[in-house]
C-alpha cells in the first residue's frame, strides 16, 4: 500500500514562513491535497491539485511537488494558522491516501 | 449553500452495527462523490471508502472490505455508511466528504461520534 510521511509536527514564530513536507514514492507523479483541521473541527481542504487553492483560501497558503515531495508553505504565519495539517493523494492501488498528519504549532 | 449535514452520534455494543446518514444540499448531488473519512480519538484521518452518486459503484479501502458498506439515496440526496462487527477500536468521530477525484474533498460534514463500548 502506498504511504505518505509528513513530520509530527513543525514550529515557527508569528510572521515567520513554515513549509510541511510530505514524502511518498514518486508523488511528484501524483496530485497531492492538503487540508487544515482545528480541534474539534473538520478538516478544510486548503490546497488541491498541488497548488491551487479553494475560493476563500488565503494567498499565504501555497502548494509544490516535484519528485519524492510535496510542500505546503504558509508565509507570515498568524496564531489563527495554528492546526494539524494533512497531505492526502489518489494511488492506483491504495486509491485515497492521507499522511500521518503534521501539527503546526504558532510559538 | 453547499453543505452536507450528518446525522447524530451513536453509542454501540461490540458486534453490533451503526449507520451514518449524510444529506447533501446546494449542489446537485449526483455530479460528485461522496468519501467516508474517520479520525480515531488523537488520532489522524483514515480514508474508508468511496461512492458514486452517480451510479452507486463503490471503493472501499481493504481494511474494511466484507463490513462496510456504502450506498446513496438520489431522492433525498443522502448518503449512508454502514459498519458492521463494530469493535473498540472503531470508536471514532466518522466524517462524510465532497469527493471529486483530482480535486480533492472540498466539502466537509459536521461529523458523527461513533462510540463502541460493552
Known amino acids: 500500500s502506498y504511504v505518505l510521511t509528513q513530520p509530527p509536527s513543525v514550529s515557527v514564530a508569528p510572521g515567520k514562513t513554515a513549509r510541511i513536507t510530505c514524502g511518498g514514492n514518486?508523488?511528484?507523479?501524483?496530485?497531492v491535497h492538503w487540508y487544515q483541521q482545528k480541534p474539534g473541527q473538520a478538516p478544510v481542504l486548503v490546497i488541491y491539485?498541488?497548488?491551487d487553492r479553494p475560493s476563500g483560501i488565503p494567498e499565504r497558503i501555497s502548494g509544490s511537488n516535484s519528485g519524492k515531495t510535496a510542500t505546503l508553505t504558509i508565509s507570515r504565519v498568524e496564531a489563527g494558522d495554528e492546526a494539524d495539517y494533512y497531505c492526502?493523494?489518489?494511488?492506483?492501488?491504495?486509491?485515497?491516501?492521507f499522511g500521518g498528519g503534521t501539527k503546526l504549532t504558532v510559538l | 449553500q453547499v453543505q452536507l449535514v450528518q446525522s447524530g452520534a451513536e453509542v454501540k455494543k461490540p458486534g453490533a452495527s451503526v449507520r451514518v446518514s449524510c444529506k447533501a444540499s446546494?449542489?446537485?448531488?449526483?455530479?460528485?462523490?461522496i468519501s467516508w473519512v474517520r479520525q480515531a480519538p488523537g488520532q489522524g484521518l483514515e480514508w474508508m471508502g468511496w461512492?458514486?452518486?452517480?451510479?452507486?459503484?463503490?471503493n472501499y479501502a481493504q481494511k474494511f472490505q466484507g463490513r462496510l458498506t456504502m450506498t446513496t439515496d438520489t431522492s433525498t440526496s443522502t448518503a449512508h455508511m454502514e459498519l458492521r462487527s463494530l469493535r473498540s477500536d472503531d470508536t471514532a468521530v466518522y466524517y462524510c466528504?465532497?469527493?471529486?477525484?483530482?480535486?480533492?474533498?472540498?466539502?466537509w460534514g459536521q461529523g458523527t461520534t461513533v462510540t463502541v463500548s460493552s
Open positions: 514518486n508523488i511528484g507523479s501524483k496530485s
Open positions: 492526502q493523494v489518489w494511488d492506483s492501488s491504495s486509491d485515497r491516501v
Open positions: 491539485y498541488d497548488s
Open positions: 461512492i458514486s452518486a452517480y451510479n452507486g459503484y463503490t
Open positions: 466528504a465532497r469527493d471529486e477525484e483530482g480535486y480533492g474533498m472540498d466539502v
Open positions: 446546494g449542489y446537485t448531488f449526483t455530479s460528485y462523490g
